[in-house]
């Protein structure tokens, strides 16, 4: 992608900072920015479509709600890299993974109802790809509010 935008930089501060909670929150940010809410909607899907948004949905504290999370790592032959993470992914507990320059070269957190059904994941991802999974349950938290700050003029 080229250089962003002054839309571009707004839209992705108020999406990182104020996501409005709404039915409309389209059509809420549009009036914001004094746009059509077609206009947010189609600069939204082309910052994703080049990589610039990942992912719009909101964090949970799954513990809160009773549900185990876990970091898992794993040593993928290069070949089957894109195979496993592809595996990876399709799981519903997984929000994303990573590729490291490690022996355990492919990096994810799965997050289940349960530690039972945590390890039965990973028992089943591990049938399905033949790689040996790596679990390491959170022992203390710490979290990293990461925002990116894009322009100097929307109020956080």
Request: proline share 4%; aromatic share 6%.
């Amino acid at each position: 992608m080229g250089s962003l935008t002054v839309l571009d930089k707004k839209l992705l501060d108020i999406l990182q900072n104020r996501f409005p909670l709404s039915a409309t929150p389209f059509q809420d940010l549009a009036e914001e920015l004094g746009l059509a809410e077609e206009e947010v909607v189609e600069n939204v899907r082309h910052l994703i479509e080049e990589g610039v948004i990942r992912r719009i949905g909101a964090i949970i504290d799954g513990r809160t709600i009773g549900y185990h999370s876990t970091l898992c790592a794993c040593q993928v032959p290069p070949g089957e890299l894109e195979a496993v993470a592809a595996a990876v992914s399709a799981l519903k507990g997984v929000t994303h993974n990573y590729q490291r320059d490690h022996r355990y070269n492919l990096w994810f957190t799965l997050s289940a109802p349960s530690a039972q059904a945590s390890e039965q994941l990973l028992t089943e991802l591990e049938e399905q790809t033949g790689v040996k999974m790596v679990a390491m349950p959170a022992t203390r938290l710490y979290k990293i509010d990461a925002r990116f700050e894009m322009s100097d003029d929307v109020d956080k």
